[in-house]
């Protein structure tokens, strides 16, 4: 996401951007996240000063965990865009299931 990004700033044809990233692991060491490590990667972007949250990661079960998470992010005014999964499954993703949430 962040190159795709990179390349429309760059694309825009501007010289300059205010755009900052910061990136937070959920993942750490492992290859998969659960669910307390992406509400506290996205509770951790919130408090570092993010201002829009990139989730480009989801799964099938609900977690009132991340729901809190989100919820919280959405009461201060934070946008979270997450995917909504690539197998074309009719099934809710999370967390971009969540109606605070924008589905990608």
């Known amino acids: 996401m962040v190159n795709a990004l990179l390349q429309a700033m760059q694309a ?3 010289s300059s951007s205010s755009v900052r990233i910061l990136a937070v692991d959920a993942f750490g060491a ?3 996240a659960n669910t307390f490590n992406v509400a506290a990667g996205m509770i951790t972007a919130g408090n570092r000063g993010a201002t829009v949250i990139n989730a480009s990661l989801g799964g099938y079960g609900d977690s009132p965990l991340l729901r809190d998470a989100v919820q919280q992010l959405a009461k201060h005014n934070i946008p979270v865009f997450a995917a909504v999964g690539n197998d074309a499954s009719t ?3 999370f967390p971009a299931a969540y ?5 990608v």
């Not at 109606?99 to 589905?103: A, K, R």
């Open 30 to 32: 492992s290859s998969s």
């Open 91 to 93: 099934s809710a993703f």
């Open 99 to 103: 109606p605070e949430v924008i589905s």
């Open 12 to 14: 825009s044809g501007k």
